[in-house]
């Protein structure tokens, strides 16, 4: 896919992943529909694009209906329909289940699961008169290596992976590409919440601006999925065919960090 003109709604827009996708986005000639809760965020997004003029900023909560409907509605009276939906927003919450609280769960589930598979829901009749029809819904390498002290973050990745799967031969008959993207962690301001756990368990960061440069290309190449080079990859194949070796790897690293 040529991205030049192509409409494209982005969620988590205002901040992290979800802004520098913007940028390279709009760097590329995309029409953009941005989304987020945070204004001020989106406008500083609005604002640090190529082409701001090619952008409209959606306020809203996209775990409410009327906050999705208003953006499908931007969307069609600003620029005549969809092409590109991304499924960027995410919250991610960190420590043991057992000290986890409701809210923070039924947050991570809302966000990062539930509203994915609602947006497709409700844009899916405006989506598929594209003639480029395309979902991306980005995950993350925790939704293929389950990590201790993210098991609700991990969850619901593994959901969006499952979500993403059922999705593409679901919606293949009426030629729309669902592209799942998995990237590492980025150096946002969301790695806050667990940077004390980043040499311990040996994570490895990118930088937003490489994760923003591969879900664009993924896009572009109509990608069955993404993810990162590097000894990851070698990992989800261990934990596809030998998990008990990964298991033991992560567990090594949890036992060294109560250490």
Same mark, same amino acid.
């Given at each position: 896919?040529?991205?030049?003109?192509?409409?494209?709604?982005?969620?988590?827009?205002?901040?992290?992943?979800?802004?520098?996708?913007?940028?390279?986005?709009?760097?590329?000639?995309?029409?953009?529909?941005?989304?987020? =809760?945070?204004?001020?965020? =989106?406008?500083?997004?609005?604002?640090?694009?190529?082409?701001?003029?090619?952008?409209?900023? *959606?306020?809203?909560?996209?775990?409410?209906?009327?906050?999705?409907?208003?953006?499908?509605?931007?969307?069609?009276?600003?620029? $005549?329909?969809?092409?590109?939906?991304?499924?960027?927003?995410?919250?991610?919450?960190?420590?043991?289940?057992?000290?986890? +609280?409701?809210?923070?769960?039924?947050?991570?589930?809302?966000?990062?699961?539930?509203?994915?598979?609602?947006?497709?829901?409700?844009?899916?009749?405006?989506?598929?008169?594209?003639?480029?029809?395309?979902?991306?819904?980005?995950?993350?390498?925790?939704?293929?290596?389950?990590?201790?002290?993210? *098991?609700?973050?991990?969850?619901?990745?593994?959901?969006?992976?499952?979500?993403?799967?059922?999705?593409?031969?679901?919606?293949?008959?009426?030629?729309?590409?669902?592209?799942?993207?998995?990237?590492?962690?980025?150096?946002?301001?969301?790695?806050?919440?667990?940077?004390?756990?980043?040499?311990?368990?040996?994570?490895?960061?990118?930088?937003?601006?490489?994760?923003?440069?591969?879900?664009?290309?993924?896009? +572009? *190449? $109509?990608?069955?999925?993404?993810?990162?080079?590097? *000894? +990851?990859?070698?990992?989800?194949?261990?934990?596809?065919?030998?998990?008990?070796?990964?298991?033991?790897?992560?567990?090594?690293?949890?036992?060294? =960090?109560?250490?």
């Amino acid at each position: 896919m040529i991205i030049d003109g192509k409409i494209i709604i982005v969620t988590g827009a205002g901040s992290g992943i979800g802004r520098t996708l913007s940028r390279v986005l709009s760097a590329r000639g995309a029409k953009l529909i941005l989304a987020d =809760l945070n204004e001020a965020g =989106l406008t500083e997004t609005k604002d640090s694009l190529a082409y701001p003029e090619a952008a409209v900023n *959606a306020v809203g909560d996209i775990t409410i209906a009327a906050s999705r409907a208003a953006i499908h509605d931007l969307a069609v009276s600003t620029y $005549g329909g969809i092409d590109v939906l991304v499924n960027n927003a995410g919250v991610v919450a960190v420590g043991p289940l057992a000290e986890a +609280e409701d809210k923070a769960l039924e947050l991570m589930v809302k966000v990062n699961l539930l509203a994915p598979m609602q947006m497709v829901r409700d844009l899916l009749p405006t989506l598929e008169k594209s003639k480029t029809p395309t979902i991306v819904n980005v995950g993350s390498m925790f939704g293929d290596i389950a990590f201790p002290l993210f *098991a609700g973050y991990s969850a619901t990745k593994f959901g969006v992976r499952g979500l993403s799967d059922a999705l593409r031969r679901e919606l293949a008959p009426k030629g729309i590409k669902v592209t799942y993207v998995a990237p590492r962690a980025a150096k946002t301001g969301a790695t806050t919440a667990f940077e004390h756990l980043i040499e311990p368990m040996k994570m490895q960061l990118d930088e937003p601006e490489v994760v923003a440069a591969s879900i664009a290309r993924a896009i +572009e *190449a $109509g990608a069955r999925s993404s993810y990162p080079r590097g *000894a +990851e990859r070698f990992f989800v194949f261990m934990q596809r065919m030998l998990p008990q070796l990964v298991d033991n790897s992560i567990i090594a690293q949890l036992k060294s =960090l109560k250490t």
